[in-house]
């Protein structure tokens, strides 16, 4: 089954303890995006990469890190997490040239 | 950057009306814009999308229309049914793909019987 898979669903932890929450897509696609959503705001764009060992910053990258070593992986690394990234954060992937973005089921991470 | 504004924030429709979502844009190089569903507790998933170089796209009961002119377009649909109830975002990109979306804050439908 074609899917955009995340781990851990939910997480609460405390301020400054690393983590890190996975993400795997079996599509073979290209491109890979992380996304954070806050009521009211929407969805805000973290990092994307558009192949491996290729990434760019989103619109609210601060605080974040991610690397694409392999093609199916685009982990989202919090060095030192803190209150202000408590949300319900997505991975998404899509093929280039289509745009069908396929979203993951999403991680609610509580930082306290 | 590109900024995408949302209207109205919530929507309430009798089952069998009509509902209309709008969003305008700021950049005018945003050449895709997509349309997500989120139902409650799950993740978006695209319903339909549009490119610049076309005015108006339907699937079923959906359609989007694009104004580039006016730098707007507007989600339609039609025969309300309770499923269509969710939250809808619009997005813009001038990267003619998903890469680089700049999300609308989303309009809450509800669809009463």
């Known amino acids: 089954e074609a899917q955009v898979t995340q781990n851990p669903r939910y997480l609460i932890t405390v301020t400054g303890k690393k983590l890190t929450v996975t993400c795997s897509q079996n599509?073979?696609?290209?491109?890979m995006s992380w996304y954070r959503q806050d009521p009211g705001l929407g969805l805000r764009q973290i990092y994307y990469?558009?192949?491996?060992?290729?990434?760019d910053k989103g619109d609210v990258p601060e605080g974040y890190k991610v690397s694409r070593k392999e093609k199916r992986n685009f982990p989202l690394i919090l060095e030192s997490p803190s209150p202000n990234q408590t949300s319900l954060y997505f991975c998404?992937?899509?093929?280039?040239?289509?745009?069908?973005?396929?979203f993951g089921p999403g991680t609610r991470l509580t930082v306290t | 950057g590109e900024n995408v504004e949302q209207h109205p924030s919530t929507l309430s429709v009798q089952e069998g009306d009509s509902a209309v979502i709008k969003c305008t844009y700021s950049d005018s190089a945003s050449n895709y814009f997509p349309w997500y569903k989120q139902e409650l507790g799950k993740r978006p998933q695209l319903i339909i999308d549009i490119r610049s170089n076309v005015g108006e796209k339907k699937d079923q009961r959906i359609a989007v229309t694009l104004n580039k002119t006016a730098k707007h377009f507007s989600l339609h649909i039609t025969e309300t049914q309770p499923e269509d109830s969710a939250v809808y975002f619009c997005?813009?990109?001038?990267?003619?793909?998903?890469?680089?979306?700049?999300f609308g804050t989303g309009t809450r439908l509800q669809v009463t019987l």
């Open positions: 997005a813009a990109s001038k990267t003619g793909t998903a890469s680089k979306l700049t």
């Open positions: 599509m073979n696609h290209e491109y």
């Open positions: 990469s558009m192949n491996v060992e290729v990434t």
């Open positions: 998404a992937s899509s093929l280039v040239q289509t745009g069908e973005q396929y």
